[in-house]
């Protein structure tokens, strides 16, 4: 990923540059009889650190970010009945 953000005159970031790859991995398994779904997820897998200005402080809303510098697991059940 390569980002180039524009900065304010009064914008107290430094302007760095970072270029990066996020490898996300993802495993799941359907339970018998489609009772169901497990899955294990992992975002940035190999725990890459970067640089990234995220634009959701422009907006009025939180949102998700779109990357995080961090390695993150997630695991899901999903049951039908």
Known sequence: MNQDVE??????????????VVVDAAVGYRLPRRRGILSLEVKNL??????????????????????IPDRTIMGRVLLNF
């Open 46 to 67: 190999f725990d890459e650190e970067f640089l990234y200005q995220d634009t959701n402080i422009q907006q009025s809303e939180p949102s998700n970010p779109r990357f």
């Open 7 to 20: 900065l304010a005159p009064t914008s107290t970031f430094g302007e760095n540059t970072d270029d990066f």
